[in-house]
């Protein structure tokens, strides 16, 4: 089979090289055939960059280029390619502008009518959707939430309706933070943590937010963690028999944990909501509307 011919390397052009998230042997051959053909590469971190280069035996002049010095770097870029340079950006890993840096010199090629060209590879987002076992049809891409406590409860009361699944990054050292305030918050939904990807010690937890809350009691989690929260269960497609039969029995069971343990009928909802797995706010509207039924 005759495999079509390689494009001509455009001259004063921004290449967007996807590198591995993990795995070498994951690298496409024409990323590496661009970063051979490159005439400067601009890293987010040079170090970890020479690692994946010095591999594939690639040596080119590197130039630092990170959110700490985007400001003035991107211009000193964009000048350089306007003089005919190609330019080849990578980040640590997965593709350059996502939740990385890029998205400053991507723009300002744009205005300065500098060619952009993607070359797509690994991406940490899509391998953990296509494995979790939560619906990946439809999704939202959130990257990292707010480290202060109040800053990321607010960020999840905002999308607390959203009916599609969540993807988002999270530091292993916040990510029981996290889940804890996802429980309160989103309910107890299906979800999935990704962990080390395409590494050797690539791990996948599935199940309730609460089950993974006390997963990280027994092992707190190490290394670069993906993680999904699916959509409400009332989202889920084929649920609507089960979400007609949870509408008339949500009522019942707050009345019921209301005699059995003694509390208070705020406190009754909120335990009803999280065995429902629904949100604070949906389970509240619920009960009003079977009540007055």
């Keep these: 089979m005759n495999m079509p011919s390689a494009e001509p390397p455009a001259r004063g052009c921004l290449y967007l090289v996807a590198t591995p998230i993990g ?7 024409r990323a590496l055939r661009t970063l051979k053909e490159a005439d400067l590469i601009a ?34 870029l964009v000048l350089k390619m306007e003089e005919g340079a190609r330019i080849a950006l990578i980040s640590d890993a997965g593709t350059p502008a ?3 840096p890029g998205h400053r010199l991507v723009a300002l090629c ?52 959203e009916p599609r699944t969540l993807v988002f990054y999270e530091a292993p050292h916040r990510l029981r933070a996290m889940l804890e305030d996802a429980l309160e918050i989103l309910g107890n939904r299906h979800a999935a943590i990704a962990r080390e990807m395409t590494k050797i010690h690539e791990e996948f937890l599935r199940g309730r937010i609460e ?23 009332e989202q889920l497609p084929g649920t609507a028999e089960k979400d007609s ?30 065995e429902f797995g629904l949100v604070k706010r ?12």
């Design 43 to 76: 890293c987010e971190d040079t170090r970890q960059s020479l690692k994946l280069l010095s591999h594939f035996e690639i040596r080119k002049p590197l130039e630092s280029y990170h959110e700490h010095n985007e400001l003035t770097r991107a211009p000193e």
């Design 282 to 293: 949906e389970a509240y509207k619920r009960l009003i509307s079977e009540e007055n039924s």
């Design 23 to 29: 795995n070498l042997e994951d690298i496409s051959l």
């Design 245 to 274: 039969t949870a509408r008339g029995a949500l009522a019942k069971r707050v009345a019921e944990i209301e005699r059995a343990e003694g509390v208070n009928r705020k406190t009754a909802l909120k335990q009803a909501a999280k």
């Design 211 to 233: 089950e993974l809350i006390s997963d990280q009691a027994k092992k707190p989690p190490r290394g670069e963690i993906t993680l999904l929260i699916g959509p409400p269960e």
């Design 110 to 161: 744009l205005r300065h009518h500098i060619p952009v060209i993607p070359i797509p590879g690994p991406s940490a987002i899509v391998a953990a959707l296509a494995a979790a076992g939560v619906p990946a049809e439809e999704f939202t891409f959130l990257g990292f939430m707010p480290a202060r406590p109040a800053e990321r409860r607010r960020a999840l009361r905002k999308i607390a309706a």
């Design 98 to 100: 996502i939740s990385d």
